[in-house]
């Protein structure tokens, strides 16, 4: 499986960006879907999850806030940020596992390259 994220970029505070990942290779081993982010000097941290049933899971951090979706006719993950704040700015990376637990857990088994999203006070 591959993924590839799109549309980080830089903001001020309150604004929205939409990232996309879309997956590619052996997608029928796809279950769960998940966005995790690392900013500088910080662990990786889950955001939302969305399994192929649909069910979301956010950190407390996101809810409210973070709208993850998927489109499965694209292969593709959204995750929606609105009102975004100096602390969200990291590196987002999607990610996915055939098992819902890796996924969760931080440590899916394939991970996309990463998309910088900065957020100015």
């Known amino acids: 499986v591959q993924l590839v994220e799109s549309g980080g970029g830089s903001v001020q505070a309150g604004g929205s960006l939409r990232l996309s990942c879309v997956a590619s290779?052996?997608?029928?081993?796809?279950?769960?879907m998940g966005w995790y982010r690392q900013a500088p000097g910080k662990q990786r941290e889950l955001v939302a999850v969305?399994?192929?049933?649909?069910?979301?899971v956010y950190a407390d951090s996101a809810k409210g806030r973070f709208t993850i979706s998927r489109d499965y006719t694209k292969n593709t993950v959204y995750l929606q940020m609105n009102s975004l704040k100096p602390e969200d700015t990291a590196v987002y990376y999607c990610?996915?596992?055939?098992?819902?637990?890796?996924?969760?857990?931080?440590?899916?088994?394939?991970w996309g390259q990463g998309t910088q999203v900065t957020v100015s006070s």
């Open positions: 990610a996915t596992d055939a098992a819902y637990s890796s996924l969760v857990s931080g440590r899916p088994h394939y």
């Open positions: 290779g052996s997608i029928f081993s796809i279950n769960a």
């Open positions: 969305i399994t192929r049933g649909d069910s979301t």
